[in-house]
């Protein structure tokens, strides 16, 4: 077992891709179900949408890079309101329901044979991501310090990622300490009272969920510029419910909540994948045990038992405070 | 021939290059061919006589040989077209796209081009729409009965309990892999499978109430988070079930092999046939039970307003515990069944939940006779849409009906027009 390597990747997970793309994700699902008490488990739709906007408008359609990005959070936008009419006005249940089939119907559509010249079908789309590579101030080298040593390519990807990180959570922070963001968690609490006084709740939930759902998108385009491609199935359920487990990790209605579970999930996922493989290619653990192809198993395993411990001892998470929470159902 | 001197240079050239370590390089001497294989239900096809023609007025011949392969080199890259001399076919071998001959295709530089000429009877769609329509209904309302078979149960848990059950996917999905285990492992006869799983099924729907549902119930825990800890509970058991199970399709030993019995254009099978049978006989005596009975009265008066029910004497507890052993038996058969009309894989059941959803919703949340409605609505929406749009978009008409449902009528077909927001 090489200890020192297990460590180095578990550093470098805290900051990696995966984690900026989930915290990025989660901080769009605070505003949605932290603060305003939405259940969206539509969120792989938005990070979906912004994605293919930006990979239709520049590799199918030839724009610049700039002009994908506007697509994709409009995009993300229309997603919004197209998702909200129907549901804001109904249960919490509906709203999940309706979300989360949303959410595959956009996967199921672009993944289709049928649209193969328009989404790549079941393949994707790539070579879109050059635009963003060619504004990359890093020249050719490598950067960094310790385990964090990363080529001028993956340097880039981290940077802007973090920094979208702490503009997002800034946005966050300053709108939830807005009179907006008191209505908002207002609506949360109970939203015939808000009603009665004369708010328009149903206004305000779309707005909420207009600007979680930007939010996300950028996670979106994390995953697809990091990545160099958009994959129909990386935007499956699972995504949502990924993002689920770190809000609830991290602590929900609470600005760093969703930063910090990300990193801490992936963390503990690259910690269990690490240690498991080692284990068994060094021969701990027999292999009429456990393959090591079924390692990827066990990180979908322990999420979903992460998921149902979290929620029953512990709903509020690391940092979250419990009656902060809109888990009665409504 | 000063072209193909240049060619063997560039050839040569890029051999260097790829030596050098560039990547692979198309190595092929032999410049641009045309070429194909010529086969009847398999058999080659020899003798007949293919023409080519070319910008530049080039033209070559070949015939068929006796593997049935003929080839034409021709000149460079660029836009050919290859005729079929029909006179020179066999007796009683016609193509199969007239339309297609003389077939027009490119040729790229250094290509050796394929053209297939398909002989033989045209197999594509004959049958009428009619036919289709037909084919396509019977097998929606197969496919309707298995939803209800699972939506029943989860319209029920939701009506008696409050919660959205998110893993009542993953019990389908354990009835059929109990069953596969019965039939395959044990070598057990499948009707003899399907009823021991129906059993286990129903046990496992208890035990999960018992050691779940029921102390989260009695902590009070909330319907959001209980909600959220079916989805975590789906997600585990998923892949826990691929851990053992593996990420293959399979299939029942005993449902393999069986061909179709029609009548006219429908494409099911006897053991479909009985399926079907058995979903509607299940199906009703459930609606007897839940009818006539003493205990089924009670669960539609729970489902109705548990704490009414409560309080006029009903055990809540009790029915709330039939309900979960009668769920899981009734998603455990229709696991047993989905694994009959489709394969057996780890996340089949995850993959009708929102079908489910859709059907219960539709139905009106909550009641078991809508429940039924709902799910023969979209089983045969499902099946009928891919008459006018991809199979592969089968789904995506049924979760549409969703969303129209829910804006024009949220409580569904048949529930009770009451505040849903």
């Known amino acids: ?330 | 021939m000063r072209r193909h001197a240049v060619q063997a240079m560039l050839v040569i050239a890029g051999a260097l290059i790829a030596l050098v370590g560039f990547g692979a390089m198309p190595a092929q001497a032999d410049g641009e061919t045309v070429q194909g294989v010529l086969r009847n239900e398999g058999t080659p096809v020899p003798g007949v006589n293919f023409t080519l023609t070319g910008a530049g007025g080039f033209s070559g011949q070949a015939t068929s040989d006796a593997t049935g392969k003929w080839v034409i080199s021709v000149p460079g890259p660029g836009q050919y077209k290859v005729t079929l001399d029909a006179k020179t076919l066999p007796d009683k071998v016609t193509l199969r796209f007239p339309e297609r001959n003389p077939f027009t295709t490119t040729v790229n530089s250094d290509q050796t081009k394929s053209v297939i000429f398909a002989l033989g009877k045209d197999t594509r769609v004959t049958e009428s729409n009619a036919d289709q329509a037909l084919n396509r209904f019977a097998q929606g309302l197969r496919f309707g009965l298995l939803i209800a078979l699972a939506a029943v149960g989860l319209s029920l848990i939701f009506g008696t309990t409050g919660l959205t059950n998110f893993a009542h996917g993953e019990l389908v999905t354990f009835g059929a892999l109990v069953a596969f285990f019965f039939n395959s492992k044990l070598g057990w006869p499948l009707l003899v499978a399907a009823v021991l799983t129906v059993v286990v099924c129903g046990a496992a729907g208890y035990l999960q109430d018992k050691i779940l549902w029921d102390p989260l119930r009695r902590r009070g825990t909330g319907l959001i988070a209980m909600m959220i800890i079916s989805i975590g509970l789906s997600i585990f058991l998923r892949y826990l079930f691929l851990f053992f199970f593996g990420g293959t399709t399979k299939s029942y030993p005993d449902a393999q092999g069986a061909t179709s019995i029609g009548p006219g254009s429908i494409t099911l099978t006897a053991l479909d046939y009985l399926s079907m049978a058995i979903s509607i006989v299940v199906l009703l005596g459930f609606a007897y039970f839940l009818l006539r009975t003493r205990t089924g009265k009670a669960t539609r008066a729970v489902a109705d307003n548990p704490a009414l029910s409560s309080a006029s004497g009903i055990n809540v507890d009790q029915v709330i515990r039939i309900v979960w052993i009668a769920g899981g038996a009734l998603a455990g058969l229709a696991g047993v069944l989905l694994g009959i009309a489709q394969q057996i894989n780890y996340q089949m059941g995850f993959q009708i939940l929102l079908l489910i959803f859709a059907s219960v919703t539709l139905g009106g949340l909550g009641t078991a006779f809508g429940a039924l409605v709902g799910s023969l609505v979209v089983g045969i929406v499902v099946e009928m849409s891919t008459l006018f749009i991809p199979a592969e978009l089968k789904y995506v008409g049924a979760l549409a009906i969703l969303i129209v449902i829910l804006l024009v009528r949220p409580q569904g077909i048949l529930g009770r027009a009451q505040r849903v927001g």
């Open chain 1, 1 to 330: 077992m090489d200890w020192a390597n297990i460590i180095d990747n578990a550093l470098r997970a805290f900051i990696g891709l995966d984690t900026i793309i989930y915290a990025l994700a989660a901080i769009g699902l605070n505003v949605h179900f932290g603060y305003t008490g939405l259940l969206n488990f539509g969120q792989a739709a938005f990070l979906a949408v912004a994605a293919y906007g930006l990979a239709i408008s520049v590799s199918i359609s030839g724009l610049p890079f700039g002009v994908g990005i506007i697509f994709g959070l409009i995009g993300a936008v229309v997603m919004a309101v197209l998702l909200g009419i129907p549901t804001l006005r109904l249960r919490a249940d509906y709203l999940a329901i309706v979300t989360i089939a949303a959410a595959e119907i956009f996967r199921l559509i672009v993944r289709s044979a049928s649209l193969r010249d328009q989404t790549g079908g079941s393949n994707g789309l790539s070579a879109f991501s050059s635009g963003f590579y060619d504004l990359n101030p890093f020249s050719k080298g490598s950067y960094g310090f310790g385990p964090f040593v990363y080529n001028e390519r993956d340097s880039w990807v981290l940077l802007v990622g973090w920094v979208l990180i702490v503009l997002a959570s800034t946005v966050v922070w300053l709108l939830m300490r807005s009179p907006w963001g008191r209505v908002i968690k207002a609506v949360r609490e109970d939203e015939d009272a808000v009603r009665s006084l004369g708010k328009n709740v149903y206004a305000y939930k779309m707005q909420s969920l207009i600007i979680g759902g930007v939010l996300g998108s950028l996670g979106g385009f994390m995953l697809a510029l990091g990545k160099g491609s958009v994959q129909p199935d990386l935007y499956g359920t699972e995504l949502t419910f990924f993002a689920y487990t770190v809000l609830l990790l991290g602590g929900a209605a609470r600005v760093l909540g969703p930063v910090i579970g990300a990193a801490l999930f992936w963390v503990v996922l690259s910690l269990t994948d690490n240690i498991l493989n080692q284990a068994i290619s060094a021969g701990y653990v027999s292999t009429s045990i456990m393959t090591s192809n079924q390692v990827g198993q066990i990180r979908f395993i322990l999420v979903g038992l992460a998921l149902m411990l979290l929620m029953i001892f512990r709903p509020q998470g690391i940092f979250g405070d419990r009656k902060e929470l809109a888990l009665d159902g409504r």
